[in-house]
């Protein structure tokens, strides 16, 4: 009976263990942390778009070279995309060759947090944000100097801001891109409108296509008979046009008597 007895204490230390949040050792497991900005999934949907809530809240991996902050021309920061915290500097930005945006470092130390991955059955050191605890990805120890480590980041899970001068130069590139495309669309316009009137006048007005239209063709019989209208007036035209001979005069009878 005492190997029965033993058995049901175990058992019961472990069920003990397991409601109370502890392990078996009487070692406190560890809880999760505690997060400054804290929203549910509807609202993060609300907020976020569908791929944005799949990295960020379901720590799904986009490919490789499909972000869009693979390569970034310019300064800025990088904020997480939920929260808006600061976490990442282009100055701690290098290029990797991994398809994802890498950094040597955060921003500061306590913007980022760590803890462990075995989803794909290796340890990993997952990074996520401090505030909210979004996913951003993943932190090797194979980076550049000084940190040696390399910050291996989802671009869906972050936001680039850039700072006030490289603002400007893209905003005076897009206004400068905005004008040529304003010149090219008038200048089209206008040989558009110069096309069209030259072909205009070109093409002949309907009353004359109607008069050209209503003409009888040479050698034919209509033409024949205008022809031989237009002959016999023209004679009757002649004669008529003749001057009458002048009328004779008549001789007056003396009267008789008169001499």
Same mark, same amino acid.
């Given at each position: 009976?005492?190997?029965?007895?033993?058995?049901?204490?175990?058992?019961?230390?472990?069920? @003990?263990?397991?409601?109370?949040?502890?392990?078996?050792?009487?070692? +406190?497991?560890?809880?999760?942390?505690?997060?400054?900005?804290?929203?549910?999934?509807?609202?993060?949907?609300? +907020?976020?778009?569908?791929?944005?809530?799949?990295?960020?809240?379901?720590?799904?991996?986009?490919?490789?070279?499909?972000?869009?902050?693979?390569?970034?021309?310019?300064?800025?920061?990088?904020?997480?995309?939920?929260?808006?915290?600061?976490?990442?500097?282009?100055?701690?930005?290098?290029?990797?060759?991994?398809?994802?945006?890498?950094?040597?470092?955060?921003?500061?130390?306590?913007?980022?947090?760590?803890?462990?991955?075995?989803?794909?059955?290796?340890?990993?050191?997952?990074?996520?944000?401090?505030?909210?605890?979004?996913?951003?990805?993943?932190?090797?120890?194979?980076?550049?100097?000084?940190?040696? @480590?390399?910050?291996?980041?989802?671009?869906?899970?972050?936001?680039?801001?850039?700072?006030?001068?490289?603002?400007?130069?893209?905003?005076?590139?897009?206004?400068?891109?905005?004008?040529?495309?304003?010149?090219?669309?008038?200048?089209?316009?206008?040989?558009?409108?110069?096309?069209?009137?030259?072909?205009?006048?070109? +093409?002949?007005?309907?009353?004359?296509?109607?008069?050209?239209?209503?003409?009888?063709?040479?050698?034919?019989?209509?033409?024949?008979?205008?022809?031989?209208?237009?002959?016999?007036?023209?004679?009757?035209?002649?004669?008529?046009?003749?001057?009458?001979?002048?009328?004779?005069?008549?001789?007056?009878?003396?009267?008789?008597?008169?001499?």
């Amino acid at each position: 009976m005492k190997p029965y007895f033993a058995c049901l204490a175990i058992a019961c230390t472990l069920t @003990l263990a397991y409601f109370s949040g502890g392990s078996a050792d009487g070692k +406190q497991a560890p809880q999760p942390k505690q997060r400054k900005v804290v929203k549910t999934d509807q609202e993060w949907l609300k +907020q976020l778009s569908q791929d944005q809530f799949l990295v960020t809240r379901r720590k799904v991996t986009e490919p490789p070279f499909s972000g869009q902050y693979v390569h970034v021309k310019g300064k800025g920061v990088f904020e997480c995309v939920c929260c808006g915290a600061e976490l990442f500097n282009t100055a701690a930005k290098f290029d990797s060759g991994t398809g994802w945006p890498s950094f040597f470092r955060p921003a500061a130390a306590n913007r980022v947090d760590r803890q462990m991955d075995y989803s794909d059955g290796s340890p990993r050191i997952e990074v996520v944000c401090n505030e909210c605890g979004a996913h951003l990805g993943h932190v090797f120890d194979d980076g550049p100097a000084p940190t040696g @480590l390399r910050f291996c980041i989802n671009s869906l899970s972050l936001k680039f801001v850039p700072d006030a001068k490289t603002k400007a130069a893209a905003t005076k590139k897009t206004k400068a891109k905005t004008t040529k495309n304003t010149k090219v669309a008038k200048n089209t316009t206008g040989k558009n409108a110069k096309s069209n009137s030259t072909a205009s006048t070109a +093409q002949p007005t309907p009353k004359a296509e109607s008069a050209a239209n209503d003409a009888p063709a040479a050698g034919s019989d209509s033409a024949k008979t205008d022809a031989s209208k237009a002959e016999s007036a023209s004679a009757e035209g002649d004669s008529s046009a003749k001057p009458a001979p002048p009328a004779k005069a008549k001789k007056t009878a003396k009267p008789e008597g008169d001499e």
